[in-house]
């Protein structure tokens, strides 16, 4: 029997903690009493930061550099000598059936186009294959032809009506026998869908789940309206942010993909105990209450996790990352605001139709009830509980099966020969590569500073050096700038950008054949381009993550352990955290490393794992999978407390949980596999990653996996030693829901019957 302080500590089914839950409690009230100024503050809020957002523009980074690499080096000389080359530079490539590129009509339609795309605004420079500036842009069997144009300004400056005037004034040349295609960053701008066609398909499957769950129309939408404000202020917001630090081109996307899933899920939490306050009896206001003083205590300690997780990327020190933690950890924590004042304001306006017709006319015609652990989760809760070590044993080959594929990953960069193959990126990415070799697309940069004359009389001889070097197709002159203090020289590799023989090309330069060229001088060159530079920013993720893992795991450890007062549960949740991650690192790399079924999702053909994923991953994921853990052991935690008896804490905790922890994740699952129809290659990596490791996490790990080993762990899941339990402050954390706290649950045994303790000590 527990110690008496103990059992002080026990409350009533459905009471609150007073002081836990005093803050949260008058925020409820306040809200309750202010319905109409809550909502107005909340729509102020969003159109404000719109119009804010609307009139100073966005202005994102796609420079994923890492500063102090010798790439990142190679382009800081390139900066600082060659000026001209700030615009974006893009191509226009054609091919021929039959005749050469050199035939007169085909060189006189081209030519008159290229006259066309020089004369258009924002084009600083045409090069074409017809001059002697454009020498060596003609295939050798005659039928490829490329040109190069340069804007005057970078591609997060172009807008979207310059590339699509480039565009069609490129496509306009085409005709039967000459195919005319484009590559480069601006042209791909093209592509990316107007509309936000993914956002609206996950929103829509979200409303469609809510409704089945409650057979509410305004209930569910309530958590849909919460979501989509908080989601577009916290939008607006990184717009903003942009402005003032920097922030990754993919960041509002990766915020609007965790915001709505995560929105979504903490307004359901709220709404389900509402719901079930209504059905008790108690009034829409009282119901409301209640449900922010306990389910809102568990949404607040959810969302701090995940933003812990998230603001553990600080610890890497890379400069983009920064603006990506800060970000999505902006985005949840608006959600989880708005999930505790705009929720329950709304749900006071829509009073007793948070419940559907059917509930409306039992309540007024047979009075308050109260739900017992029924249904499929129930029954399923005594399954587990029947047969813990098999199943357990299952769950974990599951997962170590899925697991396997991310033994072979491999980071590096996704270019547009990965893109879909109607794109016209695509295309012209194959045409270079046909024409003239794999290599085209991914040219490695020499830069250099010299000072003097032996500086320069060894820069000299450094392209006859680099043409005898094994793997390389071709090596351009050596580039003087005006000051005559900087140079480069361009190589093409005989292998694609993403060929592992690429990456090992830049390190025999780096290492092997440029030290004795400077030999005896003052020259400093360095490799960079596409390929190095992601090898380098690949080198960085990789030596510092685990110093991030281990952080990340010991704040989300800590956390666990001052809520549940155990050493069990905080270990336990780490290794399924981490279970959670592998599973669906392998699942990313069967699907865009290895290529299974991605020309069939539109995501492209084959190639590397981007090197930033795993460490936004990790973050996000283990976020996401606290909120699970929170809610489900969270349920357990109460029933241990008020009956010491593990077994039937583990069977409650998983029966009364079961059903909105799965309702949660199919919501959660669908916006974001919705997000791979965004046609953006990174947002659908971060899509199908994150919905195979909510899917994994809700129906493998925390319906099956975690009871079954709390099962077999028995009393040991509470322990902790006295003295730690001293020292340590408490949190108390409400559950999702609490039902009738001794509900007879469908299986269970009648030697379970018990009293509660605190009348077995009375």
Request: proline share 5%; charged share 15%.
């Amino acid at each position: 029997m527990r110690p008496l302080r103990d059992v002080a500590l026990v409350l009533p089914a459905g009471s609150t903690n007073p002081q836990g839950a005093r803050p949260l409690a008058a925020i409820a009230r306040w809200c309750l009493a202010h319905r109409l100024a809550t909502v107005l503050i909340w729509l102020f809020a969003l159109g404000g930061t719109a119009t804010a957002a609307v009139s100073a523009g966005s202005v994102y980074s796609d420079a994923y550099d890492v500063p102090g690499t010798e790439a990142g080096r190679a382009g800081d000389l390139l900066k600082e000598g060659f000026t001209q080359l700030g615009g974006d530079g893009d191509t226009v490539v054609w091919h021929t059936d039959g005749a050469s590129v050199r035939a007169a009509d085909v060189e006189r339609t081209m030519t008159r186009t290229l006259h066309a795309i020089d004369a258009l605004p924002g084009i600083g420079a045409v090069t074409s294959p017809y001059t002697a500036a454009g020498e060596g842009q003609i295939s050798a069997d005659g039928r490829t032809a490329y040109a190069t144009v340069t804007f005057d300004q970078r591609v997060e400056d172009i807008p979207r009506a310059r590339a699509e005037a480039l565009v069609d004034t490129a496509k306009a040349a085409e005709r039967d026998g000459l195919q005319v295609e484009l590559g480069g960053n601006a042209v791909a701008l093209t592509e990316a869908p107007a509309l936000h066609l993914s956002e609206i398909i996950g929103v829509a499957v979200a409303a469609v789940v809510l409704f089945l769950a409650f057979g509410s129309l305004a209930a569910s939408l309530l958590p849909i309206a919460t979501a989509l404000v908080s989601v577009g202020t916290a939008y607006a917001g990184i717009v903003l942010l942009g402005h003032v630090m920097q922030v990754a081109d993919f960041a509002p996307m990766l915020g609007m993909l965790v915001g709505l899933g995560v929105g979504i899920d903490y307004a359901l939490f709220v709404v389900t105990r509402h719901r079930r306050g209504l059905r008790r009896g108690l009034s829409v206001h009282e119901a409301a209450h209640d449900a922010v003083a306990t389910t809102g205590r568990a949404v607040v300690f959810a969302g701090a996790t995940v933003c812990v997780s998230l603001l553990g990327m600080l610890v890497l020190r890379l400069g983009f990352l920064n603006g990506v933690a800060i970000a999505a950890s902006l985005t949840v924590l608006l959600t989880v605001a708005a999930s505790v004042t705009l929720l329950p304001a709304l749900l006071s306006f829509i009073g007793t139709r948070a419940l559907s017709r059917r509930e409306r006319r039992r309540l007024a015609e047979s009075g308050p009830w109260s739900d017992g652990p029924t249904g499929f989760a129930a029954r399923w809760s005594s399954f587990v509980e029947r047969r813990p070590k098999l199943l357990g044993v299952v769950a974990a080959a599951v997962m170590a099966v899925l697991a396997l594929p991310a033994l072979g990953l491999h980071l590096g960069t996704a270019d547009q020969g990965n893109g879909p193959a109607t794109a016209t990126t695509r295309q012209a990415y194959d045409l270079l590569a046909d024409g003239f070799g794999p290599g085209v697309n991914g040219p490695l940069t020499v830069a250099a500073r010299l000072d003097g004359a032996d500086d320069r009389l060894a820069l000299d001889a450094l392209p006859g050096v680099l043409r005898g070097t094994d793997g390389i197709a071709a090596v351009s002159p050596v580039t003087y700038s005006n000051s005559g203090d900087t140079a480069f020289v361009t190589v093409l590799p005989k292998t694609a950008p993403q060929d592992r023989r690429t990456s090992e090309l830049v390190d025999r330069l780096r290492e092997d054949v440029l030290p004795p060229v400077r030999e005896n001088t003052s020259l400093e060159l360095r490799v960079g381009g596409v390929t190095a530079g992601y090898d380098d920013f690949a080198d960085v993720i990789v030596g510092k993550l685990p110093l991030f893992v281990g952080v990340v795991i010991g704040l989300g450890c800590l956390l666990l352990l001052l809520a549940f007062r155990s050493l069990a549960i905080p270990l336990k949740a780490a290794v399924m955290n981490i279970a959670a991650v592998a599973a669906s690192f392998g699942v990313v790399v069967a699907v865009f490393q290895w290529g299974w079924g991605s020309e069939l999702l539109g995501l492209g053909s084959a190639g590397p794992v981007e090197p930033f994923l795993p460490v936004i991953m990790v973050s996000v994921l283990f976020g996401l999978s606290m909120d699970y853990q929170v809610f489900l052991v969270g349920r357990m935690y109460e029933e241990w407390r008020e009956t010491g008896d593990n077994r039937r804490a583990v069977r409650v905790g998983l029966a009364e949980t079961g059903r909105v922890i799965n309702s949660a994740a199919v919501i959660m699952i669908s916006v974001f596999l919705a997000f791979v129809l965004s046609g953006d290659r990174v947002i659908a990596m971060f899509g199908i990653a994150l919905a195979a490791a909510v899917a994994l996490d809700a129906f493998v790990l925390r319906t099956l996996l975690v009871p079954a080993l709390m099962h077999l762990l028995g009393g040991a899941n509470w322990w902790l030693p006295a003295r730690l339990e001293r020292l340590l402050p408490r949190i108390g954390i409400e559950p999702p829901e609490a039902p009738a706290p001794h509900a007879k649950i469908p299986g269970e045994r009648a030697d379970d019957e018990y009293l509660p303790v605190a009348s077995r000590v009375r």
